[in-house]
């Protein structure tokens, strides 16, 4: 019987713990939103991120700059949001355009406004066991293993993909709950074989239909980080039709992984806000 893992649902629980957990503690959380250009895409992502903030009670504002400036000009303005003592949070909406360098943009922001957890500093903290803020998307797919009590402890977890967002990341936080981690990329030979051995699957590869049925374990986990636009120009995933089928649990695409991602990006800037004022939320989420 193979079930779905509802993100959707998972992620409105997590907005709506935002929501109490700030309006409980008197906290008032602020987000900077940084959108360079006019790439569609990107219009639509910072649209659900401020209706997100809506829903949580949490401020935010757009800053919306023309794709023609120079990077330097970008750069100094995420230094004046970081300087700005009500911003509790900023994101820098990727991709930039092509002209500018997004490591030299992102490393304007200071690792305690970093909801995104992009900057080294977080990266570092993450790698060594100490994080403060998790990057979205790994710990919303940990949230939602949690919410079903996946178990993953001594479980075999193959990740397919090793982006600095999703693959490695997401490889780093099964292991701090003690999964026995494979990481697979484009070079990895026989990655049929490997991923047929996971209790967990991810798929994290932006390769519509590269997981097929004969790739996965009767009863494995199917976790599809992908988005990917199939020929008809519907929103697809990682994994075919079938795949999903000979698993337990699934994530849907739409409705599974990319609303997590939403709501653990909530959860951050909560998170941020209480730490740079000191404050102990003892937060049930808290991660
Ligand atoms: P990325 O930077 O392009 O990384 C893709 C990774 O997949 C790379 O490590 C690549 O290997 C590997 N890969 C690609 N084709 C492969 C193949 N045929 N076999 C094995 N490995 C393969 O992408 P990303 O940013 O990590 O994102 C991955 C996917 O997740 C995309 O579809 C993206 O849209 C989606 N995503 C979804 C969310 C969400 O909220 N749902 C958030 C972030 C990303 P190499 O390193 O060898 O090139």
Redesign the pocket.
Known sequence: MTHILDGKMVAAKVKKEVAETLKANGLHASLAVVLVGDDPASHIYVEHKNKDCEECGVFCRTHWMDGNFKQDFVANYVQSLARNNDIDGILVQLPLPEHMNAAKVLAEIPPEKDVDCFTTANIGRLYSGDAFLKPC?PAGVMRLLDEYGIPLSGKHCVV????N???KPMAQLLLDENATVTV?????EN?RDICRSADVLIA????PG?VTRDMVKDGAVIVD????RNADGKLCG?CTREAYEVSRFYTPVPGG??PM?RAMLMQNVMMAAANRRGLDLNYKGEN
């Open positions: 998307t397919i993909g090793r982006s967002v999703v693959g697979c990329h484009s070079k990895t990655l994290a590869a932006g390769n590269l980080v992908g988005m990917n990682d992984v990319g991602t």
